[in-house]
């Protein structure tokens, strides 16, 4: 069955203490893999896609990477602003289909 | 550049009714993608409306049926409410099916 796990399923970090979030996947077929940030009462804000194993995205303060089984997505410095719940997502191979983990809910103290 | 909205923000039915969620793609999108999503859970995967044909659908009864417009509007309908079908339902959209999700802010919908 396919399925993404994601942990710590919680994380509260002091303002630039850096950190990593893991997301672990079994699909079928990898089409490819999504990062989102969602801020409560809102729809989920779009990161990063990776699509092949060894593929690496920067953006600001996060940096995601993509192996044959799991991504991580890398905090760097983290201020107040960053705190959110962040999502992943497999996009599986032949019939569309997204499979969503439950998400890292990460909280930054000033 | 408009982005993805969705209509009505809030809605409270009973046990037994219908229900029509409504979502206007950001301009130049031809995929639609319907999600549920409970409270403390990640999204679940309803189904894909690509060029006004469904693409792809999760694992979901056909109670839960949708629609897609030529202008790539889309409608999610639900048939004969059940109380865990109270959840935020969030409508996303892309340029094509393998792209990146744009996401709309949801319609919390509430079975009483």
């Known amino acids: 069955e396919d399925q993404v796990t994601q942990s710590p399923e919680a994380l509260r970090l002091q303002e630039g203490e850096s950190s990593s979030l893991n997301c672990s996947y079994t699909?079928?077929?990898?089409?490819?893999l999504f990062w989102y940030r969602q801020d409560p009462g809102k729809g989920p804000e779009f990161l990063f896609t990776l699509y092949s194993a060894g593929e690496e995205k920067e953006k600001e303060r996060l940096k995601a990477t993509l192996t044959k089984k799991e991504s991580f997505l890398h905090i760097t410095a983290p201020k107040p602003e960053d705190s959110a719940t962040y999502l992943c997502a497999a996009l599986t191979s032949g019939t569309y289909k997204y499979i969503f983990g439950t998400g890292t809910r990460l909280k930054v103290l000033a | 550049e408009t982005g993805v909205t969705q209509s009505p923000t809030h809605l409270i039915k009973t046990r037994g009714q219908q229900v029509t969620l409504r979502c206007s793609s950001q301009?130049?999108?031809?995929?639609v993608s319907w999600y549920q999503q409970a409270l403390g859970q990640g999204p679940q995967f309803i189904f894909q409306y690509y060029r006004e044909e469904e693409n792809g659908r999760g694992n979901f009864p056909p109670r839960f049926s949708g629609l897609q417009f030529p202008n790539y509007s889309s409608e999610l309908n639900v048939n004969a409410l059940e109380l865990d079908d109270s959840a935020l339902y969030l409508c996303?959209?892309?340029?094509?099916?393998?792209?990146?999700?744009?996401f709309g802010p949801g319609t919390r919908l509430t079975v009483l």
């Open positions: 996303a959209s892309s340029l094509e099916p393998q792209n990146e999700q744009f």
């Open positions: 699909v079928s077929g990898l089409r490819g």
């Open positions: 301009s130049g999108h031809n995929t």
